[in-house]
């Protein structure tokens, strides 16, 4: 079943947030996160926004042969976050096309933003060739704008 009917009513949550604790395996020498586990936590993020809207991904890719792969990252390290913290990863999406998507993620350590990401996503075929996104997808991820 490629949509999950949604077990809440009134509309969705237009920002999704992920918990992420700061595991040792995740920091340098200094105990501060290395930069690319940033890129981790906001992919875990994005995981969990596209179940939590009810869309399968397996399903996605076992029926119409289409995946989502990440076109575009611009990334900002604020602040650095460290071994032990607690961490909220805000999820957002910003624009929706056919086949692409634009997301703006967010890092945060109580309220203070530490890392900031705008990622594009294409929706493209295990070739590697664009694919329009099915229109029933396409209607769930619509019910995220803003």
Aim: hydrophobic share 45%.
């Amino acid at each position: 079943m490629l949509l999950r009917s949604l077990a809440w009513s009134g509309g969705l949550d237009l920002t999704h947030r992920h918990s992420v604790r700061v595991y040792y395996e995740d920091t340098d020498l200094a105990g501060i996160v290395y930069y690319a586990n940033y890129l981790k936590f906001i992919e875990r993020a994005r995981t969990e926004w596209v179940t939590g809207l009810g869309i399968d991904q397996m399903a996605l890719r076992d029926l119409h042969g289409i995946v989502f792969a990440v076109r575009r990252v611009e990334a900002d390290f604020q602040h650095p976050a460290r071994f032990g913290d607690d961490l909220s990863v805000e999820t957002r999406l910003l624009t929706l096309g056919g086949a692409r998507l634009v997301l703006e993620q967010a890092v945060t350590r109580s309220s203070e933003r530490i890392f900031m990401s705008e990622v594009t996503l294409v929706c493209m075929t295990a070739e590697g060739r664009a694919a329009r996104l099915p229109a029933g997808v396409r209607a769930r991820l619509a019910e995220a704008l803003p």
